[in-house]
């Protein structure tokens, strides 16, 4: 009988033991997943002055006041989105049921409200004010065929740097000449357009950032 009840006390051990390196874990990348969203955003912002200059530049450009030898890597930048990865932590977290393995309470409601409400709010605001979910990108990537892939037969825009200096990963696309994206059909209106267009990203990134960063602190706060 002591030996029964010895073996149940040390499975339950051991089990309690698992639950809590699987919650150690979960918050250990979830937090790290927030802390990456405010790094995003804060990159963005500081970037932000050089993707409207490059906006304006292009806007020179079509009006003929100035010379782009090849807009490129001014088009590149002038159309540069700011994105949040999909939170993969989290669904699996909620996918697997296993939400309630983060056993405090209080760090649960934080990650939640960052998750279900705060982040899932601001993505849904952008959707709603950005021209109903349309980025600038994608109205020429598409209906104008401004941005077309790259085929051996044509000059290839070479990828350069993403915003944070990571390399671009996008795909690689056609180098227009010059003239060609001057006399582009609505080019103008589409460059136009990126004001503001841009204006809402640099609000969602603003507002991105405080909340990723208040709920770092919170968390902080919690578990020291």
Not at 5 to 12: E, N, Q
Not at 45 to 65: H, M, Y
Not at 83 to 106: Q, V
């Amino acid at each position: 009988m002591l030996g029964v009840l010895a073996a149940l006390a040390a499975d339950r051990w051991n089990q309690d033991r698992l639950d809590r390196v699987q919650e150690t874990d979960y918050v250990e990348r979830l937090t790290a997943d927030i802390r990456s969203d405010s790094i995003r955003a804060a990159r963005y912002l500081r970037d932000f002055e050089s993707i409207e200059l490059a906006r304006d530049s292009l806007l020179r450009f079509v009006d003929g006041e100035v010379e782009v030898g090849s807009p490129v890597s001014t088009v590149m930048r002038a159309f540069a989105q700011f994105t949040l990865p999909t939170p993969a932590t989290w669904h699996e977290l909620l996918g697997g049921g296993s939400l309630g393995s983060i056993r405090d309470s209080r760090v649960r409601a934080i990650i939640s409200e960052y998750y279900v409400t705060q982040r899932a709010n601001l993505e849904l605001n952008l959707t709603r004010s950005d021209r109903r979910g349309r980025d600038p990108f994608t109205d020429a990537l598409y209906p104008m065929g401004l941005f077309l892939p790259c085929i051996a037969s044509q000059e290839c825009a070479v990828q350069g740097e993403g915003l944070d200096g990571e390399p671009d990963p996008s795909p690689v696309y056609r180098a227009l000449p010059s003239q060609v994206f001057r006399t582009w059909p609505g080019i103008r209106e589409l460059l136009t357009g990126l004001g503001s267009h841009h204006g809402s990203q640099r609000l969602f990134a603003q507002n991105v950032l405080r909340r990723a960063s208040g709920t770092l602190e919170a968390l902080r706060a919690e578990t020291r």
